[in-house]
């Protein structure tokens, strides 16, 4: 739903259920291809997740790599 700061209001449980899905799809597969569609859309989310005050569990293995998308996205989402 759109809110007064032109953004749009989420409900955190719905949406950290999203990011797990996303994030499940994301790691259920080696396919560079699904890879590549789906990893801006979840680093996105998972700022977003984090901005929201919630997070979800990552793989070890993929701690570090989202960790330098995540600060490069996050800056330049303000």
């Given at each position: 739903m759109p809110n007064d700061q032109g953004g749009c209001d989420i409900e955190l449980?719905?949406?950290?259920?999203?990011?797990?899905?996303?994030y499940d799809s994301y790691s259920s597969t080696r396919n560079p291809v699904l890879h590549g569609m789906i990893r801006g859309l979840l680093i996105a989310s998972l700022i977003l997740l984090e901005q929201a005050g919630a997070s979800i569990a990552l793989k070890p293995e993929h701690e570090d790599?989202?960790?330098e998308e995540k600060v490069d996205f996050g800056r330049a989402m303000g």
């Open positions: 449980p719905a949406f950290q259920a999203f990011v797990e899905g996303l790599a989202f960790w």
